[in-house]
């Protein structure tokens, strides 16, 4: 591929095709359609069996890849009681349809799209808040539509028409008014559409690489963990097979446990500094938390509580209860997270995994409120199992320890893979200004 930069030419192009032909602009309506859609809601479907599938909104939104092919999707039919004998044949799925959802309460999503590449012979029909889009004329070949509806000036422009204010929409009148662009040549196109399918297989790959490692973890401390009124786990290192029993210790006999607090907001010279600030928006799926939104400075951290290097974070109040982290430095948190630093004989990343392990049932202490919430003293009286050894204590914190590295390194790739396609999405359609 070779740089350039002109108005409806990619800033990369493939080499065959520099100095070609611009690409073609026109109006969305001139390519697609819009055909009629159903309102069937998620209690109209079903995954075991019927006749016809069902694509439903919220599935383009959270699951479903760019490039719908039905053979490796998970999709609902329609219950076998709900007539659909009024349904025009138009209106059944073909490949080389475009089907958006058209709700969200996201502004980044309102729109999303995915294009059918493949039905396997099944009927299909697009659902509850979806527009259905069809050519009008064999323009795109098979796949390009579903990249293009991805590219930056298309989503641009289909969020500029979007309306509401909780939850926006787009109608099939708005989105028609859009401008969409095009390679004339077909084989240009399916370099595009090879190019980013290739690297969406990767990325596909990588991330069930990535769910199998967090498949193996979490059966592994099925087992290295004691299970509900066991004393030792099933698996135990030979070395501490005769060491006793496991004990349950509550969380305040084996670490200092801190509350957060939040320096005065109105006091500007308390941030913007060089010290990490945790809320619990900074804990994502990674182990180890080095970086956050928020920073302190000197004197905004001299109005905090001090947390220390490795000590386990654990959100108690408010809807992300139960999400755990563990800091490299030296940090501060907000009132929503209890900090805990282990005491003498005790490790702070065997702390780490014991609470990892048990989170979701210490966050179902918080119960069904409008605001959940564990308090300090029921967080501090929680039990857990403990190794009778400090040794031992690390023996099996350096296994997850590992294992969590292994998992990061993953989720570092799977984001690397991600901003490629991104530079790729943004270098292989032309840039247009508004």
Known sequence: MNNKTHKLIP??????????????????????RFLITNSFSRENLNYKDGLVKNIHYGDIHTKFSTLFDIQKERVPYINSNISIDRINQDNYCEEGDIVFADASEDIQDVGKSIEIIN????????????????????????????????????????????????????????????????PKSPIE???????????????????????????????????????????????????????????????EKVA?????????????????????????????????????????????????????ENSVLFVCIGSTIGKIVQTKVECATNQQINSLTCFENYSDDFLYSV???????????AGNHAVPIINKST?????????????????????????DELISEQANKIENLKLHKK???QGLFPKVKN
């Open 189 to 251: 196109q399916k370099k595009i559409v090879d190019c980013f399918a290739s690297l969406d297989e990767l990325i596909t790959a990588h991330i069930d690489k990535l769910e199998t490692l967090k498949t193996y973890k979490k059966g592994l401390m099925q087992n290295l963990f004691p299970q509900e009124g066991e004393k030792v786990p099933k698996l135990r290192f030979k070395k501490f097979e005769k060491d006793g029993n496991w004990e349950k210790k509550s969380l």
């Open 256 to 308: 200092d446990i801190v509350t957060g607090n939040t320096p005065s907001t109105n006091e500007t010279q308390y941030y913007n500094g060089g010290k990490l600030f945790v809320s619990p928006a900074d804990i994502n799926e990674y182990r180890y938390l080095t970086q956050t939104r928020t920073r302190l400075s000197d004197l905004g951290f001299s109005r905090t509580r001090k947390i220390k």
């Open 423 to 425: 530079g790729l999405m």
């Open 11 to 32: 800033e990369l192009r493939f080499s065959e095709f520099v100095n070609k032909e611009e690409w073609i602009s026109e109006p969305l309506n001139k390519t697609y």
């Open 379 to 403: 967080f501090s009286a929680i039990e857990l199992n403990f190794p009778p050894t400090f040794e031992e204590q690390q023996k099996v914190a350096v296994t997850f320890s590992s294992l």
């Open 119 to 182: 039905l396997n012979d099944e009927k299909l029909l697009s659902g509850l808040h979806t527009l259905l889009a069809r050519q009008i004329e064999q323009k795109l070949i098979i796949g390009f539509g579903g990249y293009l509806f991805k590219s930056e000036f298309i989503r641009k422009q289909i969020q500029k028409e979007a309306q509401g204010t909780k939850v926006l929409s787009i109608s099939a009148t708005r989105i028609s008014k859009i401008n969409i662009y095009y």
């Open 355 to 365: 609470l990892e392990h048990h989170a979701s049932k210490i966050a179902d202490l």
